[in-house]
């Protein structure tokens, strides 16, 4: 083989087309830093800062006891897999069986699945923006075409039915969303849902893939409203949850979804071929936490809203900055861009990308440029963090802004 070959050449076209996750590469580039050295404050990954609660850790020491060693079924357990049933009907009024439950290795993985499983090449996927990174990249790899629509700050970042009808065509196949939010916080009220819902039902070849994995996370006095709830739409929403972010479980991997039978049994086919059942000892500690006593993700549900509150109230204190208030999930997602354009006679930053990196290096603060989630004049800071941390980290931005002209 010759040297000169690159060696990105030699992979498939699927994966040289994909971006990097501009959020785990963020956060490679802090502990670069941090390696050297350098006191970095990594305000970039999206993950609870707390420990798995004491019941569920026993729950899994328990199942490695009782022998749970082998390979698990391939949708999750029986006994799993009607305890989620069961959390739907309690948590968010969608009736669903055992049967239509699939657990998969993470809401990420969920996600995937369910897009392989639905959109065909060419086929249309509708995005609300700003959006999760990989929601546009999993389309991508589905060989599908992902159709971003944006929500304006003006409406704290939320995208409208009527924005919907509009981008709707003979192609569209998904429409994709979260609520609470990853990046922006932002929680779809029951009355948006409701009239997004009215355009979905008008079209019988459209799904909706709905990402509920901040659902404990959310400060409204409304509280969660599942989409998947309402009835004329229900056998065409699949409903996506998981562990990670309610119960800080990130690391158990495991996620699952809702939805019709066929397209549960899609998913299944589908995961059966790609990575068989999910761990079984991260099953059994699931089962111990939707079971359990729900004291834990309230308590640090309270925990993040006090922390939002914190972090955007300094964040306001910056010059330039424009700052929503986040309705759910442990982000802030500040407008930075008064910044384009200016310099601090080294680095000129031209966009939310060189904002990011030239933070990094400058006050040594890690965040993460909003370009990877669709809006590129804003910038994701996770406040996922200790008080001193964030407290210590805002300074630093602030501090760090003013030697820019």
Request: charged share 25%; proline share 4%; hydrophobic share 40%.
């Given at each position: 083989m010759s040297a000169v070959v690159e060696t990105a050449s030699l992979l498939a076209d699927r994966i040289n087309a994909l971006e990097e996750s501009s959020t785990l590469a963020m956060t490679k580039k802090a502990r670069e830093l941090a390696a050297k050295g350098h006191k970095v404050i990594s305000l970039s990954v999206g993950e609870p800062d707390f420990k798995t609660p004491k019941h569920i850790c026993d729950a899994a020491k328990q199942a490695i006891d009782e022998g749970y060693h082998g390979y698990s079924p391939v949708a999750g357990y029986a006994d799993l897999r009607k305890a989620i049933a069961d959390k739907f009907k309690r948590d968010n009024n969608i009736d669903w069986k055992p049967e239509n439950i699939v657990v998969s290795t993470g809401a990420k993985h969920s996600l995937a699945n369910v897009i392989q499983v639905l959109v065909n090449p060419g086929e249309e996927v509708v995005i609300f923006a700003p959006y999760w990174v990989s929601y546009s990249e999993m389309v991508k790899l589905a060989e599908g075409k992902s159709i971003v629509l944006e929500g304006s700050f003006e409406n704290d970042f939320k995208v409208t039915a009527e924005q919907l009808e509009e981008a709707i065509t003979g192609r569209t196949r998904v429409v994709m969303f979260a609520s609470p939010n990853n990046p922006t916080g932002s929680v779809y009220t029951e009355a948006e849902l409701r009239a997004i819902g009215k355009v979905i039902e008008k079209y019988e070849h459209i799904f909706v893939l709905a990402d509920e994995i901040y659902e404990y996370i959310n400060f409204t006095s409304e509280g969660h409203f599942s989409i998947g709830s309402i009835p004329e739409i229900k056998e065409r929403v699949i409903t996506v949850n998981g562990m990670a972010k309610g119960y800080a479980m990130t690391g158990w991997r495991l996620g699952y979804i809702g939805a019709e039978k066929w397209i549960a049994e899609g998913v299944e086919k589908l995961q059966g071929q790609v990575t068989s059942g999910t761990s079984s000892i991260s099953q059994r500690a699931a089962l111990a936490a939707i079971n359990g006593p729900q004291d834990a993700p309230k308590e640090m549900s309270e925990a993040y809203q006090r922390r939002r509150d914190l972090v955007v109230g300094l964040l306001k204190d910056i010059p330039g900055f424009k700052v929503n208030v986040p309705q759910g999930a442990f982000y802030a997602f500040p407008d930075v861009s008064h910044y384009f354009g200016k310099?601090?006679?080294?680095?000129?930053?031209?966009?939310?990308?060189?904002?990011?990196?030239?933070?990094?290096?400058?006050?040594?603060?890690?965040?993460?440029?909003?370009?990877?989630?669709?809006?590129?004049?804003?910038?994701?800071i996770s406040t996922a963090a200790s008080d001193e941390n964030l407290i210590e980290a805002c300074r630093r931005i602030k501090e760090a802004v003013a030697k820019l002209c």
């Amino acid at each position: 083989m010759s040297a000169v070959v690159e060696t990105a050449s030699l992979l498939a076209d699927r994966i040289n087309a994909l971006e990097e996750s501009s959020t785990l590469a963020m956060t490679k580039k802090a502990r670069e830093l941090a390696a050297k050295g350098h006191k970095v404050i990594s305000l970039s990954v999206g993950e609870p800062d707390f420990k798995t609660p004491k019941h569920i850790c026993d729950a899994a020491k328990q199942a490695i006891d009782e022998g749970y060693h082998g390979y698990s079924p391939v949708a999750g357990y029986a006994d799993l897999r009607k305890a989620i049933a069961d959390k739907f009907k309690r948590d968010n009024n969608i009736d669903w069986k055992p049967e239509n439950i699939v657990v998969s290795t993470g809401a990420k993985h969920s996600l995937a699945n369910v897009i392989q499983v639905l959109v065909n090449p060419g086929e249309e996927v509708v995005i609300f923006a700003p959006y999760w990174v990989s929601y546009s990249e999993m389309v991508k790899l589905a060989e599908g075409k992902s159709i971003v629509l944006e929500g304006s700050f003006e409406n704290d970042f939320k995208v409208t039915a009527e924005q919907l009808e509009e981008a709707i065509t003979g192609r569209t196949r998904v429409v994709m969303f979260a609520s609470p939010n990853n990046p922006t916080g932002s929680v779809y009220t029951e009355a948006e849902l409701r009239a997004i819902g009215k355009v979905i039902e008008k079209y019988e070849h459209i799904f909706v893939l709905a990402d509920e994995i901040y659902e404990y996370i959310n400060f409204t006095s409304e509280g969660h409203f599942s989409i998947g709830s309402i009835p004329e739409i229900k056998e065409r929403v699949i409903t996506v949850n998981g562990m990670a972010k309610g119960y800080a479980m990130t690391g158990w991997r495991l996620g699952y979804i809702g939805a019709e039978k066929w397209i549960a049994e899609g998913v299944e086919k589908l995961q059966g071929q790609v990575t068989s059942g999910t761990s079984s000892i991260s099953q059994r500690a699931a089962l111990a936490a939707i079971n359990g006593p729900q004291d834990a993700p309230k308590e640090m549900s309270e925990a993040y809203q006090r922390r939002r509150d914190l972090v955007v109230g300094l964040l306001k204190d910056i010059p330039g900055f424009k700052v929503n208030v986040p309705q759910g999930a442990f982000y802030a997602f500040p407008d930075v861009s008064h910044y384009f354009g200016k310099t601090d006679g080294n680095t000129a930053i031209n966009n939310s990308d060189d904002f990011c990196l030239w933070l990094l290096n400058e006050a040594y603060v890690a965040t993460v440029a909003g370009s990877g989630f669709g809006a590129p004049d804003c910038i994701r800071i996770s406040t996922a963090a200790s008080d001193e941390n964030l407290i210590e980290a805002c300074r630093r931005i602030k501090e760090a802004v003013a030697k820019l002209c």
